[in-house]
């Protein structure tokens, strides 16, 4: 049976078609990073390492059925699987050819939602991890399901390399998780806006624009333990436990390496680990 999660998630992502405008150019890739593949589909899994009472598991699987979307051919190009963990919270040690999510009470170190990707030379993605911090969605603030499923469904995608369409959290909704918002279900504006947590059309024209052409070799997987070859790495990479640099503002932040920006709400680093490898890191503020 078809759950109301899938259904609810497949008509915003076809109403996002019909309304979208039309003649709109992609643009929203997160400096053209992607995972290699040298054939079609890529089959990319997506490891589910939350725990407690969160309700993490179930907003994990409604974001990977909604980015599975064939929405533009998508699917035909990489098919996510939501799989068991290979890692474990709230350490989300990264597994080369996957991408892990976990969560946990990082504390009141600033960020509500990490994303990383490790890269080798080039811009394929070696492996991803995405965090949720449970000190801030355990408040009232941020512990609803809009908001919850605005942030996952965010953070997965940036594990495969799609950038935000928009960055200011006090215009209108755009209808997509990719679009910062102080509502993120849109019933706070009178009239009531656009939902934001569930991809639209533009995503996936922008995700077919990334992943068009072939690479000489493959990426995804099931993944090694965090050690191995990927998409044609010559350099294995480190095991890089972060989280309890995570827990002290001052100490993340020199753990994720140089700020790139940083408007107050949305901060990107770069971490440099030489040989051409590199850890890009997503902060949505809380």
Same mark, same amino acid.
């Given at each position: 049976?078809?759950s109301?999660?899938?259904?609810?998630?497949?008509?915003?992502?076809?109403?996002?078609?019909?309304?979208?405008?039309?003649?709109?150019?992609?643009?929203?890739?997160?400096g053209?990073?992607?995972?290699?593949?040298?054939?079609?589909?890529? #089959?990319?899994? &997506?490891?589910?390492? %939350?725990? +407690?009472?969160? @309700? /993490?598991?179930?907003?994990?699987?409604?974001?990977? !059925?909604?980015?599975n979307?064939?929405?533009?051919?998508?699917?035909?190009?990489?098919?996510?699987?939501?799989?068991?963990?290979?890692?474990?919270?709230?350490d989300?040690?990264?597994?080369?050819? #996957?991408?892990? &999510?976990?969560?946990? %009470?990082y +504390?009141?170190? @600033? /960020?509500?939602?990490i994303?990383?990707?490790?890269? !080798?030379?080039?811009?394929?993605?070696?492996?991803?991890?995405?965090?949720?911090?449970?000190t801030?969605?355990?408040?009232?603030q941020?512990?609803?399901?809009?908001?919850?499923?605005?942030?996952?469904c965010?953070?997965?995608?940036?594990?495969?390399?799609?950038?935000?369409?928009?960055e200011?959290?006090n215009?209108?909704?755009? !209808?997509?998780?990719?679009?910062?918002?102080?509502?993120?279900?849109?019933?706070?504006?009178?009239?009531?806006?656009?939902?934001?947590?569930?991809?639209?059309?533009?995503?996936?024209?922008?995700?077919?624009?990334?992943?068009?052409?072939?690479?000489?070799?493959?990426?995804g997987?099931?993944?090694?333990?965090?050690?191995?070859?990927?998409g044609?790495?010559?350099?294995?990479?480190?095991?890089?436990?972060?989280?309890?640099?995570?827990?002290?503002?001052?100490?993340?932040?020199?753990?994720?390496?140089?700020?790139?920006?940083?408007?107050?709400?949305?901060a990107?680093?770069?971490?440099?680990?030489?040989?051409?490898?590199?850890?890009?890191?997503?902060?949505?503020?809380?």
């Amino acid at each position: 049976m078809v759950s109301t999660r899938v259904l609810v998630g497949s008509l915003a992502i076809l109403l996002s078609i019909v309304f979208y405008p039309s003649g709109v150019t992609a643009h929203h890739s997160w400096g053209k990073y992607h995972w290699a593949r040298s054939s079609n589909p890529l #089959r990319l899994n &997506v490891g589910d390492n %939350t725990v +407690g009472g969160s @309700g /993490w598991g179930a907003k994990v699987s409604a974001a990977i !059925g909604d980015w599975n979307s064939p929405v533009g051919g998508w699917t035909q190009m990489v098919a996510l699987s939501g799989v068991s963990g290979q890692t474990s919270s709230p350490d989300c040690n990264p597994v080369v050819g #996957r991408i892990e &999510v976990c969560n946990g %009470t990082y +504390g009141q170190n @600033g /960020w509500l939602g990490i994303a990383q990707i490790w890269t !080798g030379s080039g811009f394929h993605i070696a492996q991803a991890t995405t965090k949720l911090n449970d000190t801030y969605f355990n408040t009232s603030q941020y512990n609803t399901d809009a908001w919850r499923q605005l942030v996952v469904c965010q953070e997965i995608a940036h594990g495969f390399g799609l950038d935000h369409q928009d960055e200011n959290f006090n215009n209108r909704n755009l !209808g997509t998780c990719m679009d910062y918002t102080g509502d993120p279900d849109g019933t706070l504006a009178n009239p009531a806006q656009l939902s934001n947590v569930h991809p639209n059309a533009h995503d996936f024209e922008q995700l077919v624009t990334i992943y068009t052409h072939l690479d000489g070799t493959s990426g995804g997987g099931g993944g090694g333990g965090g050690r191995g070859r990927q998409g044609g790495f010559g350099d294995i990479f480190p095991i890089m436990s972060q989280s309890a640099l995570e827990h002290v503002p001052d100490q993340a932040q020199q753990s994720w390496g140089r700020m790139i920006s940083n408007n107050g709400r949305v901060a990107r680093f770069l971490l440099d680990l030489g040989n051409g490898n590199l850890i890009h890191t997503f902060v949505i503020w809380a």
